[in-house]
């Protein structure tokens, strides 16, 4: 499992169209832990375990991460399994 990016997180929320507090409650973390983690558009300043319990909670609402490839990082809705 590869680190995201604040922007990500930032981007991921969006896409679903949670407000900070959806994702805290989500995650099981604070409010401000997710801001803290969005403040940065880099790897964010915030416990790897927390990190971690924001990857779970959107993955679960549907969110991919996309890894650094030649267009960059980024984040997408899961493709349905056929």
Known sequence: MSEITGA????????IRWTAED??????????TIRRAEAEDG??????ANLKLIRIALEAAGIEFVRDNSFGVGVCFKKPVP
């Open 23 to 32: 994702l805290a409650k989500s995650a099981s973390v604070g409010v401000s």
């Open 43 to 48: 790897s964010p300043s915030i416990t790897a």
């Open 8 to 15: 990500q997180i930032r981007a991921a929320r969006a896409l």
